[in-house]
């Protein structure tokens, strides 16, 4: 069991986001049927952000500026100020995260595309790392390496689809092309 819950907590960034899918299908199996897809995108959207941006992004404040030298030993770096500003950015997409939870579309780009910057460039950090460094310690070259680049993808993907079928289901429908035949 130790072994479980320190791979889940050590791969976080996966453990939130496999959970914001869990509550996402609960969330869905409880809603009437036929479900379209403007819910399940809703569904599926909201939840990434509350786990994968919101509680993530908390959970490594939390790591970054209250355990320190804990997190620098698991990434493969030395104890730096630095811990403590990426705390604090950290802290600072978790908010936006929690608010574009049930927020409007302008706020979720906020919480895709800040935050997925930083991923991204953080990903770019950890090749230059184990290229240069041959840091492949797991804070560096595992999970959190793949899920900094997956994140930001599936984020923009979700807002991508949240776009199309808001935009469809508030077309009228022979614009939208729902109720005429083929």
């Given at each position: 069991?130790?072994?479980?819950?320190?791979?889940?907590?050590?791969?976080?960034?996966?453990?939130?986001?496999?959970?914001?899918?869990?509550?996402?299908?609960?969330?869905?199996?409880r809603r009437s049927r036929p479900l379209t897809p403007s819910?399940?995108?809703?569904?599926?959207?909201?939840?990434?952000?509350?786990?994968?941006?919101?509680?993530?992004?908390?959970?490594?404040?939390?790591?970054?500026?209250?355990?320190?030298?804990?997190?620098?030993?698991?990434?493969?770096?030395?104890q730096s100020p630095f811990q403590a500003e990426v705390g604090?950015?950290?802290?600072?997409?978790?908010?936006?995260?929690f608010l574009a939870f049930r927020g409007g579309f302008g706020?979720?780009?906020?919480?895709?595309?800040?935050?997925?910057?930083?991923?991204?460039?953080?990903?770019?950090?950890?090749?230059?790392?184990?290229?240069?460094?041959?840091?492949?310690?797991?804070?560096?070259?595992?999970?959190?390496?793949?899920?900094?680049?997956?994140?930001?993808?599936?984020?923009?993907?979700?807002?991508?689809?949240?776009?199309?079928?808001?935009?469809?289901?508030?077309?009228?429908?022979?614009?939208?092309?729902?109720?005429?035949?083929?």
């Amino acid at each position: 069991m130790e072994n479980v819950i320190r791979f889940l907590l050590e791969n976080f960034t996966l453990t939130f986001l496999v959970l914001g899918l869990i509550v996402s299908g609960i969330s869905l199996w409880r809603r009437s049927r036929p479900l379209t897809p403007s819910p399940v995108v809703e569904s599926l959207f909201s939840y990434f952000l509350l786990f994968s941006i919101g509680v993530s992004f908390f959970y490594n404040f939390v790591v970054h500026a209250f355990l320190g030298d804990m997190t620098a030993k698991f990434i493969g770096w030395e104890q730096s100020p630095f811990q403590a500003e990426v705390g604090m950015a950290s802290l600072g997409y978790a908010v936006v995260g929690f608010l574009a939870f049930r927020g409007g579309f302008g706020l979720r780009v906020a919480a895709v595309v800040g935050p997925g910057i930083f991923l991204l460039g953080a990903a770019a950090g950890h090749v230059y790392q184990m290229i240069v460094a041959h840091n492949f310690a797991p804070g560096n070259a595992g999970v959190i390496f793949y899920t900094d680049i997956a994140i930001p993808i599936i984020g923009s993907a979700l807002l991508w689809l949240q776009h199309r079928y808001d935009r469809a289901s508030s077309m009228p429908r022979s614009v939208s092309g729902e109720g005429t035949t083929a």
